[in-house]
């Protein structure tokens, strides 16, 4: 057995943590300055050699370059590769497309007394949140990803079409979702593009409460659950 002392690094910003990242992809480690070389974009072929690359050398999860590749295709984060850098304003609005002060986003509050779920978890949050709007939701549901079959086992309304104000269910591992639970999330808001807004809980935190915009190519490989 081995045992390994060291001290994770605080930075007082995101900006100093991600400064010091890019510092180690290109300047690599004591012993060996080019260690993380073949990640760079003037030696990767694609950004997915670039990530199995990272999976070896610089990452402990196994999963990361697969979790990593969902990500950059989800946001479409190819884009900034180009030698002219977007309009980040733009890119900004494409991944915040919600008005926190529109009467139809209420604030999350718990509303069920007795609650079947982990506090914290996508299950309890959509549980509650769902209940908010004079809907419900099975609470024997179990893990995430199992959500869409035992609820249509359950005779309710189960598809691929995004609804309001319904559950979404990601697969185990599916956009990022976790590997083996998968995840759950509500759906605020389905734009005219077939983009849908969604809230969820323990993306960034354990009952932290966070939003985003699912693009309509993702949102249509989706499960959606009608509450009844």
């Known amino acids: ?3 390994i002392n060291a001290g994770f690094r605080k930075y007082p910003s995101t900006k100093e943590s991600l400064k010091d990242y890019s510092d180690l992809i290109k ?18 072929d694609s950004y997915k050699d670039a990530t199995s690359h990272l999976s070896k050398t610089y990452a402990t999860d196994p999963n990361y370059a697969k ?4 990500i950059i295709k989800h946001y ?9 850098m977007p309009d980040l304003d733009k890119y900004e609005r494409s991944i915040k497309d919600y008005d926190d002060s529109s009467d139809e986003f209420k604030p999350f509050r718990e509303v069920s007394d007795s ?6 978890q996508c299950t309890w949050y959509v549980y509650n949140r769902m209940k908010q709007f004079g809907t419900s939701i099975s609470g024997d549901l179990g893990d995430a990803h199992n959500w869409n079959n035992r609820a249509q086992y359950r005779d309710y309304q189960v598809s691929h079409t995004p609804k309001r104000h319904a559950a979404v269910v990601f697969e185990a591992g599916q956009f990022g979702a976790d590997q083996h639970y998968g995840h759950v999330a509500f759906v605020e808001k389905v734009n005219s593009d077939g983009s849908i807004v969604i809230s969820e809980s323990n993306v960034k935190g354990l009952g ?17 659950i009608t509450g009844k």
């Open 1 to 3: 057995m081995y045992s």
């Open 27 to 44: 300047n690599g480690i004591d012993g060996n300055r080019t260690i993380y070389k073949p990640t760079w974009k003037s030696e990767a």
């Open 67 to 70: 979790k990593l590749n969902s």
């Open 76 to 84: 479409q984060l190819t884009q900034f590769d180009d030698e002219r």
């Open 115 to 120: 609650m079947p779920y982990p506090h914290g």
């Open 208 to 224: 932290i409460i966070s939003h985003r915009t699912i693009n309509a190519a993702a949102a249509e490989e989706l499960s959606y």
